[in-house]
């Protein structure tokens, strides 16, 4: 209670599609639970550490949120204390959700363009998120049709950056039910060509190899049934 009257925080909303012993909320981790916070008639999304977390506080997290945040990626940042981090509260649904009512063609490959370039932007300063590859609570698009790379608590900069190839193999390899989606609404992609642009980028990762594999993902089609 000290350190969330510290944060400013005036109330706690339990609310949201997740659950936690008997409470709604908006997400569960291995470390924390992330509720509503409401501060000076604004809501942000508050992350509680959990009390079974092996972690020792949420500080170093938050740190990765904010080097996130230098390169436009993830929620901002608002404010931390050892056991809870404040940030930008994301208003609207998981990317799952969203593509079942999104189909056109045109929308559905920005949002995806706009995930992989942020991805990108994090492979370029070295801080992998570590989750991407099976992101399907990772990637969120608000109300604004604006995606958002979420949860940084098992990010770091000590591993080599894998975030671009990570969320390709969520995105558009596979079988789940994203993968799926994205390929009824802008076509099969080219598996050889596809992997040979993983391939490129993962040897030589700079702008020309991303840029070629970002084709492959989004426009070069599967020339087959």
């Not at 049709?145 to 995105?171: G, K």
Request: proline share 2%.
């Amino acid at each position: 209670m000290e350190e969330l009257k510290m944060l400013g925080v005036e109330a706690v909303e339990f609310s949201g599609k997740s659950s936690a012993f008997t409470l709604s909320v908006l997400g569960k981790g291995y470390v924390g639970i992330v509720t509503i916070a409401h501060m000076q008639g604004k809501k942000l999304a508050l992350k509680m550490q959990r009390v079974d977390s092996e972690r020792e506080s949420l500080e170093h997290e938050a740190e990765l949120l904010v080097k996130a945040n230098t390169v436009r990626a993830g929620p901002q940042f608002a404010a931390v204390t050892k056991h809870f981090l404040l940030m930008e509260l994301i208003d609207g649904y998981l990317l799952e959700e969203w593509l079942t009512t999104h189909r056109s063609k045109s929308s559905v490959q920005t949002i995806l363009a706009e995930i992989l370039e942020q991805c990108w932007r994090l492979d370029e300063i070295g801080l992998d998120h570590g989750e991407l590859s099976k992101a399907p609570k990772h990637l969120l698009v608000n109300k604004a049709d604006a995606p958002f790379i979420v949860d940084f608590e098992t990010a770091s900069t000590q591993r080599n950056a894998s975030n671009v190839t990570s969320v390709c193999q969520f995105l558009f390899q596979g079988q789940s039910e994203v993968c799926k989606t994205i390929a009824s609404v802008i076509g099969k992609r080219d598996k050889p060509e596809l992997l040979e642009a993983l391939r490129n980028y993962r040897k030589t990762r700079n702008r020309q190899t991303f840029e070629a594999l970002l084709k492959q993902c989004l426009t070069n089609n599967c020339n087959t049934n």
